[in-house]
């Protein structure tokens, strides 16, 4: 539609320069923002969203794959990985160890020699350790795999919230007229994944469980139909299962007190109702199953023997591994040796750590100036590791610079900030993703309604779809007590709320408060 407005209503012989820069990926939030046909004018679209990945690149995007992964920006920006900054005291605890080891070796013809001999007893040979590095590969490769299953049964999860959720949308959208009833549905199906999302991560914020169902109930706050379920969440224990629970309830009041259907007539025998009650009841059933799954991954880590076992035999690896390399490697090998390996084991362990609690949050500081925060050895702790990350990103930084790229390059989605704690899942995200869908369905189904409404004319005879549209909005006017609007009224109501998401939406995508896999891989 860009490339067409640029087209027919520019003359001008920049027209192709329009349409080339409206199918820019930098033009991707113009496009958003721009303006939009709706009901025959031209307004801005502030609620409009263009479909992400989780790592916050656009689907449409050609170089989708480089933009991923580029192997040299991948190398330039080790200086800001958020792995890095979780492991560097590890790392400079080794890299100290070795190289203390390394000095006292080179030293070792000058010192007595009685000491000289036990420091020579002391040097392993290298088949000890070639000799585990087949079982450290294998318990290093389980340990991630498990890691990485659960984080991937969270996001399937989360993806059938997602599915369930749109699905209670379409119902009330498509069987429902317009007024306090539909809007209520459509309030629990916001509501609840903010709920589940508080309840996974611990938190309670019932204002902003009030916000999300007022969004769209707050409108028919008169109508005796209507009952909040705030009150209820301010005593509940389990947010999302109270949430379903006062949804279920209200689905057999909300179906047993509306027989108006599609086409204008009344469903008497109520069997039309009972076949929608069940498949609502079904979306319902599934979400209430999400529940139970994310709280077994919540409440179920990996056991804590396995955690450990698995950080006590690389610790014990790597302090053990600079008196095997002492014999044939000089004094500077040795550390940068053990710093090598000493990456891409705690980095991997870490990672594992990371994303075997895909609903959680991460702190983007390392493991020992966070326990000893507020003690001496944390200062020291987190000066060392300061320095240490400094030094390797000032020496990457430099590297780059030397091949004549710009820092913009490394500047990227999954670099290390160091500002707010980070999302394993973004959990946020999806929230507003649903709140924005939920949204847009219902202002498309309002705006469908509005030009299936006809005019007044007389002597006209109606359809008898369009005769049932009528007839469930006057019903639904009458039974809102006249706190019902119009259907125009909705429309702009609705468009507002998906505003607001798609605002949130960008928000997030400027702080880059995502932490995925490919984040935590960097």
């Not at 903010?194 to 309840?199: D, G, N, S, Y």
């Not at 077994?296 to 610790?315: A, D, G």
């Not at 991997?348 to 003690?375: D, K, L, Q, R, W």
């Amino acid at each position: 539609l860009s490339v067409l407005c640029a087209v027919l209503c520019s003359g001008r012989a920049d027209a192709k320069a329009l349409a080339h820069q409206a199918l820019s990926p930098s033009a991707s939030l113009a496009r958003v923002a721009g303006p939009v046909s709706l009901d025959g004018e031209m307004r801005p679209a502030p609620w409009r969203w263009e479909l992400q990945t989780d790592d916050g690149l656009a689907l449409n995007e050609s170089d989708l794959r480089d933009k991923r992964s580029n192997w040299l920006r991948d190398l330039l920006s080790i200086g800001k990985s958020r792995v890095l900054a979780r492991v560097a005291d590890r790392l400079v605890g080794t890299t100290i160890w070795a190289g203390f080891v390394a000095a006292a070796y080179a030293v070792q013809p000058m010192l007595p020699e009685a000491v000289s001999d036990m420091m020579q007893t002391l040097i392993v040979p290298t088949w000890p350790h070639e000799s585990v590095g087949g079982f450290l590969a294998i318990l290093l490769v389980f340990r991630t795999d498990q890691a990485y299953e659960r984080f991937w049964e969270g996001r399937q999860l989360w993806a059938s919230v997602i599915g369930s959720t749109r699905s209670l949308s379409m119902l009330a959208l498509s069987h429902y007229a317009p007024g306090p009833t539909r809007d209520a549905i459509l309030g629990y199906a916001t509501m609840f994944p903010i709920a589940l999302r508080q309840h996974l991560r611990g938190r309670r914020s019932v204002a902003e469980l009030e916000r999300a169902f007022n969004a769209y109930a707050g409108a028919h706050q008169g109508s005796d139909s209507l009952r909040s379920p705030i009150r209820c969440l301010e005593v509940a224990d389990n947010l999302p299962s109270t949430v379903l629970t006062t949804l279920s309830l209200e689905l057999g009041v909300f179906l047993r007190s509306t027989r108006i259907e599609m086409d204008g007539t009344v469903d008497a025998s109520g069997q039309r109702q009972s076949a929608l009650w069940a498949q609502m009841q079904t979306h319902v059933e599934r979400l209430t199953d999400v529940i139970g799954s994310c709280e077994r991954l919540k409440l179920t880590p990996i056991p804590l023997s396995y955690s450990r076992h698995t950080s006590r035999f690389f610790t014990l690896y790597l302090l053990t591994l600079p008196f095997t390399l002492v014999a044939n490697c000089n004094t500077l090998t040795v550390p940068a040796i053990c710093i090598g390996i000493g990456y891409v084991l705690c980095a991997m362990e870490e990672i594992g750590h990371v994303i075997e609690e895909p609903f959680a949050t991460v702190e983007e500081s390392s493991t020992a100036s966070t326990y000893f925060a507020a003690t001496p050895q944390g200062a020291i702790a987190r000066a060392g590791t300061n320095s240490f990350l400094g030094l390797v990103s000032t020496f990457y930084q430099t590297l780059a610079m030397v091949l004549g790229y710009d820092p913009d390059f490394l500047d990227d989605p999954e670099v290390y900030r160091g500002v707010q704690p980070l999302e394993v899942l973004p959990l946020n995200k999806y929230c507003a993703v649903i709140e924005l869908e939920i949204a847009n369905l219902a202002a498309l189904c309002v705006h469908r309604e509005m030009q299936l409404r006809p005019a007044p004319r007389g002597g006209v005879r109606l359809h008898g779809a369009v005769k049932g549209l009528l007839a469930r909005s006057r019903a639904a006017e009458a039974h809102a007590g006249g706190a019902w609007r119009g259907m125009e009224h909705d429309a702009e109501r609705y468009h507002a709320i998906a505003a607001d998401a798609a605002e949130r939406l960008r928000g997030m995508q400027v702080a880059g408060n995502s932490l995925e896999v490919s984040s935590v891989l960097n």
